[in-house]
């Protein structure tokens, strides 16, 4: 198990490259111990050392989230909440236990809010089916902004040819922020919700959510927050933030694939219908008509992945075991070092210039191709993102087809960031 020290270091104290003591010579972050539970990192690619630089897609799992989902299968598998037998409810518990473990890390009211669903995607398409079907008329109006995910882009476009709603698209500054002004601006007495990411997995900016969600409760508005991109790296409590409803992935936060969370607001989830028919949603059937299940089951119909929720369930007590004050202290410092090592190289220009950053770097080099910059890396196994990163109309707006996108993670390293920039040297001067 990873071993995280805080203590003050001596000065002068000859540390491993791939500790980072900060400034003040006060805090010490064990990266080496931790690289120890992610055994795919070890690994080489085409003869090199692995640098994983693509946590912002997805992240590596620990040893003890993939001996979970083993555990799980080879001790207590059996379908949940419909079994007598004593599996089935081991099986049940270890579900709704990974729910509370959920509800605690987001600090929801009641486990009854935290919905399981496949990832972030689904959620929002949840929110987008039911809220607009029971809550929106044509004309309506839903809030999206310029830096969203095609996840919070294209469910509300689904429901605009369904029930006639209509998208208004918040603007960015040069930097690539949102301006509370902006948000303002947009909001009528036909706007339903505001529906906004709370860190760009573009640019990396941090949005002010906090401001934002006031802001639209002001006008009543209720305010939807994508998390996908900051629930691994920023403490987050949906009580003090008070926002509607949020929506995150387990697979970008160290758990497994297939399994995602909506968390909404209890007075909320009560009122809109379920999206999915079948299974554990129902209180009654027949043909004439059929009752809904209480919350959360309401949302959450065929089985769920009790495997998966399990796992993600470990992923959270990972995280809460390194600490997220931790890790935002140490992946800030690396998005520092990686930005200035990076604006070093000539040609350089980076993409999303915010003050408030999460541990994301998109940059061009001029007359260098990212698709061609990002083959080469690779060849370098160094693993970064090139493209459009499901952001096209960010990309329409900066007048650019794609990027390149490095993004870090706790078990990251100076060096490893050293080794990109050196990778990158070698391919500008291929050209
Ligand atoms: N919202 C944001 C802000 C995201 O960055 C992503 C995935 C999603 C939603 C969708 O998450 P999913 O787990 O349901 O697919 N972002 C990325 C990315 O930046 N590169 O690959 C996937």
């Not at 020290?5 to 900060?22: I, K, P, Q």
């Not at 993939?66 to 089935?88: M, P, W």
């Not at 079948?278 to 209180?283: L, N, R, S, Y």
């Not at 693993?383 to 499901?390: F, K, L, W």
Request: negative net charge; hydrophobic residues 40%; contains cysteine.
């Amino acid at each position: 198990m990873m071993c995280i020290m805080l203590c003050r270091a001596a000065a002068n104290t000859e540390v491993d490259l791939t500790f980072y003591s900060c400034a003040m010579n006060e805090f010490i972050f064990d990266v080496k111990n931790i690289r120890k539970d992610f055994p795919i990192l070890s690994q080489e690619i085409y003869g090199k050392p692995l640098v994983y630089l693509d946590n912002a897609a997805t992240t590596q799992k620990p040893l003890s989230v993939i001996r979970k989902i083993e555990e799980v299968y080879s001790t207590i598998n059996a379908n949940i909440h419909r079994g007598v037998h004593r599996l089935s409810q081991l099986a049940t518990e270890s579900h709704e236990e990974a729910r509370k473990t959920v509800q605690n890390y987001i600090g929801a009211a009641s486990s009854k809010e935290i919905i399981f669903t496949r990832g972030a995607t689904e959620s929002i398409n949840l929110i987008a089916a039911s809220f607009c079907r029971s809550q929106c008329k044509p004309g309506d109006e839903i809030i999206l902004t310029t830096m969203e995910h095609h996840a919070n882009i294209i469910p509300w476009q689904i429901q605009q040819d369904i029930t006639g709603i209509e998208l208004k698209i918040v603007p960015l500054t040069e930097a690539g922020e949102i301006r509370l002004e902006d948000v303002e601006e947009l909001i009528s007495s036909r706007t339903k919700l505001i529906s906004l990411t709370h860190v760009s997995n573009v640019l990396g900016t941090i949005n002010p959510i906090e401001e934002l969600i006031r802001l639209g409760h002001n006008y009543n508005i209720p305010v939807l927050i994508d998390a996908a991109q900051s629930i691994q790296h920023i403490s987050i409590d949906v009580q003090a933030l008070d926002c509607d409803f949020m929506v995150f992935s387990s697979h970008k936060m160290y758990g497994p694939t297939g399994v995602g969370v909506l968390y909404g607001k209890e007075t909320w989830l009560d009122k809109l219908p379920p999206y999915q028919g079948g299974g554990e949603m129902i209180a009654h059937v027949t043909f004439a008509k059929t009752t809904f299940n209480e919350l959360p089951f309401k949302f959450e119909a065929g089985t769920p992945d009790y495997v998966g929720t399990t796992a993600l369930g470990e992923a959270i007590r990972y995280i809460k075991n390194i600490g997220l004050d931790n890790i935002r202290h140490y992946e800030t410092h690396l998005l520092q070092y990686a930005t200035k090592k990076l604006l070093q190289i000539e040609n350089m220009q980076i993409i999303g210039t915010s003050e408030r950053k999460s541990s994301v770097i998109s940059f061009l080099i001029k007359g260098i191709h990212p698709y061609d910059m990002g083959m080469l890396l690779d060849r370098l196994g160094i693993a970064v993102r090139t493209g459009h990163h499901c952001a096209q109309p960010l990309m329409d707006a900066l007048g650019i087809e794609g990027t390149l996108r490095a993004s870090f993670a706790f078990y990251n390293t100076e060096k490893e960031i050293d080794i990109l920039a050196e990778g990158i040297e070698r391919v500008v001067k291929m050209f």
